[in-house]
């Protein structure tokens, strides 16, 4: 073999040798790649998690303001009640002393009779 042709078939040795060390390369900026994309989902996964606790919180803290708004339904319905029933007894108040003004009157007029009838006696 000739000086130029082991040359020659060195310089394709070396040639293949840098291609195959591209081609390596390659291969190693794709795992990259996907290394990357991987790390990318995970990611996206755990952020997706994120906003479904969020979510689920929402829902609970959404439920307890409808508890705590039907509980001061409830409350605001006695005080209702409370009201009522002051009214109610008020009223009532009202009735027994317009009963009790009667009752003055008759015994202001017993005694009235009682004194004429001791005056008249003691003629």
């Given at each position: 073999?000739?000086s130029?042709?082991?040359h020659?078939?060195?310089?394709?040795?070396?040639?293949?040798?840098?291609?195959?060390?591209?081609?390596?390369?390659?291969?190693?900026?794709?795992?990259?790649?996907?290394?990357?994309?991987?790390?990318?989902?995970?990611?996206q996964?755990?952020t997706?998690h994120?906003?479904a606790?969020?979510?689920?919180?929402?829902?609970?803290?959404?439920?307890?303001?409808?508890?705590?708004?039907h509980?001061?339904?409830?409350?605001?319905?006695?005080h209702?009640?409370?009201?009522h029933?002051?009214?109610?007894?008020?009223?009532?108040?009202?009735?027994?002393?317009?009963?009790?003004?009667?009752?003055?009157?008759?015994?202001?007029?017993?005694?009235?009779?009682?004194?004429?009838?001791?005056?008249?006696?003691?003629?």
């Open positions: 073999m000739s130029d042709t082991n020659a078939q060195a310089d394709t040795n070396h040639a293949h040798t840098d291609t195959n060390h591209a081609q390596a390369d390659t291969n190693h900026a794709h795992a990259d790649t996907n290394h990357a994309q991987t790390d990318t989902n995970h990611a996964a755990d997706n994120a906003h606790d969020t979510n689920h919180a929402q829902v609970h803290t959404n439920h307890a303001h409808a508890d705590t708004n509980a001061q339904a409830h409350t605001n319905y006695a209702a009640d409370t009201n029933a002051h009214a109610d007894t008020n009223h009532a108040q009202v009735h027994t002393n317009h009963a009790q003004a009667h009752t003055n009157h008759a015994q202001a007029d017993t005694n009235h009779a009682q004194k004429n009838e001791n005056r008249l006696g003691t003629r």
